[in-house]
């Protein structure tokens, strides 16, 4: 099939675009990094822990009763993206505009952000504040989704992957540049002050977790800021005007496809062997600041800062991965880093605050937290440097003429069995009644996800 798309693209194509196309990476991240992961997260599952305590659940239970909350809604999330994904590219591609789903989708992202100011340290608004987060994630992973169907048309197979690692690396960089105004000026310890000692800016009470709260609207104004310069610089190809696709057009074309990629040794092992181990990695970012809140004990500055390591080893081993891809290709890179990955899986669920693999610590050790901002570190830049390249080798697999379309299966395949992580997780730690041994699936799922890539081609086998 003729690469068409390619030349369909307006003139603008060069650095701007890219650049514009690298803006959303950036202006997407802290709705994960602060979000997901450093400040949103582990505040929600402390409020939801206390909240469950005084209903008279013990402790414990309680514990894992805000950690199964949250792994719940994951789970619906999960499966709205899995199911939308793919019919949201074939619409794309069938009616040639891709820019429209991405701006709605993005304002209902906003929208979502603000409404988290409303949980407060009570519980009140526990379950708005819930759907309000995952709502607004789904929405914006379905613009990131449609966003990564540019990629292709930005370069070579070869350059993709420079590229977008080194949109990942961008993005990962508003993240540290995120969490660090957060932790300077907003997100408060149990003292009620600031990582300087300060107050929450702009007056906001400490006493109502009013600083860590902000962290919704302030997520809000962020993603709305720097889409500013993806709305100028990014543009849809000027294709043909055609006319708008019927629902049943648009799954004809995609049974097709689907058809087609089961037809693909290669493509499918490798939409299968990713499905695994993606949704392993979205659950060790999904549960980091969780495990460190509930299994640590830590404050909510401790975990920011442990997201400014993680961030920045993120930012610098994508790029770095990006180039690795560009030089030798994804695949080795993605083996690389799901293989670093299980090794700190098996530390997350030998640890303790008592003990580390085993060996038992000293009252009031440091070794556990040094060792879990180590692990911070490997997660955010073998998780960056992984997905970057799962990006690129997809590249090298789809079909140039329906990108979105292609993406969307990237999607689905990924999202196929994200209810998967978050289901297993909660009943692991439900039954064992531990936060460590909740981690045990995860490592089964990268484990599958590298036995399944043993039949994925290094260069792929894109359609021409």
């Known amino acids: 099939m003729a690469d068409t798309t390619r030349r369909a ?25 602060l979000g997901l992961t450093f400040i949103f997260a582990p505040y929600f599952a402390s409020v939801a822990a206390e909240y469950f305590a ?29 199911l939308s994904a793919p019919v949201l590219g074939a619409w794309a591609d069938a009616s040639g505009r891709k820019l429209p789903w991405i701006y709605a989708f993005s304002g209902i992202t906003v929208i979502c952000a603000v409404l988290l ?16 987060f995952w709502v607004g994630f789904t929405a914006s992973e379905a613009a990131f989704n449609l966003n990564n169907a ?20 961008f993005g990962y960089w508003g993240g540290v540049a995120s969490l660090f105004v957060m932790l300077l000026f907003f997100a408060e310890n149990e003292g009620g002050t600031t990582l300087i000692g300060l107050p929450p800016a702009f007056g906001l009470d400490p006493a109502a977790r009013e600083g860590t709260r902000a962290v919704g609207p302030f997520i809000a104004l962020w993603f709305a800021l720097f889409m500013v310069p993806y709305v100028l610089w990014c543009r849809d190809p ?13 799954f004809a074309e995609l049974g097709t496809t689907i058809r087609g990629a089961a037809r693909r040794p290669s493509f499918s092992s490798f939409l299968l062997g990713s499905m695994f181990y993606r949704d392993a990695l979205t659950a060790l970012y999904s549960y980091g600041g969780v495990y460190a809140a509930l299994v640590l004990d830590w404050e909510i500055v401790q975990i920011g800062v442990f997201g400014i390591i993680a961030a920045i080893a993120a930012a610098i081993l994508s790029w770095v991965g990006g180039m690795a891809d560009q030089r030798f290709g994804p695949k080795p890179v993605i083996l690389t880093c799901v293989w670093l990955l299980i090794a700190v899986c098996v530390v997350i669920v030998g640890m303790s605050r008592e003990s580390l693999l085993g060996l038992p610590l000293a009252p009031g050790s440091s070794v556990p937290d040094i060792v879990f901002y180590i692990c911070g570190a490997i997660i955010g830049g073998t998780g960056g440097a992984l997905y970057s390249s799962s990006r690129s080798l997809m590249v090298r697999h789809i079909d140039p003429g329906k990108p979105a379309e292609g993406f969307g299966l990237f999607a689905l395949t990924g999202r196929a069995t994200a209810f998967l992580a978050p289901a297993l997780i909660t009943v692991a730690t439900a039954w064992t009644q531990s936060n460590q ?12 996800g590298l036995f399944l890539l043993r039949w994925t081609d290094p260069a792929g086998d894109r359609i021409r």
């Open 54 to 82: 005084a209903q008279g659940v013990p402790d414990g239970n309680a514990r894992a009763q805000a950690q199964s909350l949250w792994s719940s809604a994951q789970t619906v999330s999960g499966l709205v993206i899995a």
């Open 437 to 448: 041994l909740g981690f045990v699936p995860v490592i089964a799922l990268f484990a599958l």
């Open 238 to 250: 000027a294709v043909p005007r055609v006319a708008r696709p019927t629902l049943r057009m648009v």
């Open 117 to 132: 100011w409303g949980l407060q340290p009570d519980g009140t608004g526990l379950i708005l504040a819930l759907v309000a």
């Open 150 to 169: 540019m990629l292709p048309s930005l370069g070579t197979p070869q350059q993709v992957g420079r590229i977008s690692g080194g949109a990942v690396a």
């Open 9 to 33: 693209i307006p003139k603008d194509t060069g650095r701007r675009r890219i650049w514009g196309w690298m803006m959303f990476d950036w202006a997407q991240q802290p709705y994960a990094t």
